[in-house]
Nanobody, 118 residues
């Protein structure tokens, strides 16, 4: 079983920066991709950014402001968030797709709150 633990959330003023981290542990096998999603109150969960060996994708709303990176050796993914806006306020969830042998998994973290004050 794969566990994902996020950290780095908090309260920041508009225009500020935060860096989120997500470390995978447990029976990881081979991770194909890792990413970040977010869910604001009353809204659906949405993709923020995802990275794999071949692609990096961002939601249009965060392009140019957020940067996703991954340390494969540490099974960790990061999200550097800059020029934060009030609309970025949400719970941010880490996600990992991978496989242990023939068993594919889709793991999620518990979420970390990001609050941007205007």
């Amino acid at each position: 079983q794969v566990q994902l633990v996020e950290s780095g959330g908090g309260l920041v003023q508009a225009g500020g920066s935060l860096r989120l981290s997500c470390a995978a542990s447990g029976t990881i096998g081979s991770i194909s991709s890792m990413g970040w999603h977010r869910q604001a109150p009353g809204k659906q969960r949405e993709l923020v950014a995802v990275t794999s060996s071949t692609i990096i994708n961002y939601a249009d709303s965060v392009k140019g402001r957020f940067t996703i990176s991954r340390d494969i050796a540490k099974n960790t993914v990061y999200l550097q968030m800059s020029s934060l806006k009030a609309d970025d306020t949400a719970v941010y969830f880490c996600n990992a797709w991978g496989a242990v042998g023939a068993d594919i998994y889709d793991a999620w973290g518990q979420g970390t709150q990001v609050t941007v004050s205007s």
